[in-house]
């Protein structure tokens, strides 16, 4: 979890648009119809189905670590 939160706090940091790694955060946390409509509004394009891989409007490119896509199956709740 603490990977995923740190990965998110820093994204800006490897180029793009803020409002584009927003999007991603939001469709990443989302279910897929959710996810699909957001992806949509915001003009990225979806390289891998995955959104491991994508592009803005401009061709800048977004690359998203699995981990970062859905909940871990194998972690303890700290809280």
Known sequence: MKMREEFWDTAPHYGGRQEIWDALHAAAEADLTLAQAIVNSAGVIVQRADLT?????RGAKYELPKYVLSEPTNSIDEN
């Open 53 to 57: 891989i994508c592009y803005d409007e």
